[in-house]
């Protein structure tokens, strides 16, 4: 007579794939990465992002040791999908430059933009006191700078702008206050009540930038918010 004897323990599921980590992996970024850049760091919680990833809370930290983690992560995610390709299209009108800059802070469609570029931590991030946040925040501001002196530079060359192409502390100077020029804008843009009031704001920095250029005014016409 044969006894069969079955062993009665604890069920262990099977481990999870490295595509299937992967893949939860992804989402949880692709949720940050709107939330992130859409709301800011402090806004945003571990929770609310589960949520829309659709996971448990307590999944996030098998991919993440923190909330600061996963912003970093977002961010530079974030930055080289987006900085690398508009850096590559060429720059032949003064209205590319300025619709560049616009979609990249958000300025034509504050609430609606689908998918806020990475620069938006230049308005979200103002004043953190977080050491990581500050040192990504640094990282936005340089690529923006960066992005901004090229276009400069390519226009200069094309003689559509009158700036010396290889003085570059000039052009440097001039991207540092079209910077300033449109992160003031859409931070105080940003905490209007009224569309109104926003948007002749925003109408208002992009005249500035054209000044700062030294643009000609005729080739922004049609172009606006």
Do not use: C
Not at 145 to 164: C, F, Q, Y
């Amino acid at each position: 007579m044969i006894k069969i004897i079955f062993r009665i323990g604890p069920f262990l599921p099977m481990p999870y794939s490295k595509d299937h980590k992967a893949r939860s992996k992804q989402k949880i970024l692709d949720s940050a990465r709107e939330l992130f850049l859409r709301n800011g760091f402090e806004r945003v919680s571990i929770s609310q992002i589960m949520t829309v990833a659709r996971m448990t809370h307590g999944a996030f930290y098998a991919h993440f040791e923190s909330k600061e983690a996963l912003f970093s992560a977002s961010f530079l995610d974030t930055l080289r999908d987006n900085t690398r390709p508009r850096l590559a299209k060429a720059p032949f009108t003064l209205k590319h430059l300025m619709s560049l800059i616009t979609d990249y802070l958000n300025l034509r469609e504050l609430a609606q933009t689908p998918k806020p570029g990475p620069e938006s931590v230049l308005v979200n991030e103002i004043g953190s006191t977080n050491p990581q946040i500050r040192t990504l925040y640094e990282t936005s501001y340089f690529s923006m700078k960066k992005m901004i002196e090229k276009r400069i530079t390519a226009l200069s060359r094309l003689n559509r702008l009158p700036i010396d192409a290889q003085d570059r502390d000039t052009v440097s100077e001039k991207a540092r206050a079209v910077l300033t020029t449109l992160v003031g804008a859409v931070a105080i843009a940003k905490s209007l009540p009224h569309e109104e009031e926003q948007r002749n704001l925003l109408a208002t920095a992009q005249r500035q930038i054209l000044a700062i250029l030294g643009a000609n005014e005729r080739e922004f016409e049609g172009f606006s918010l």
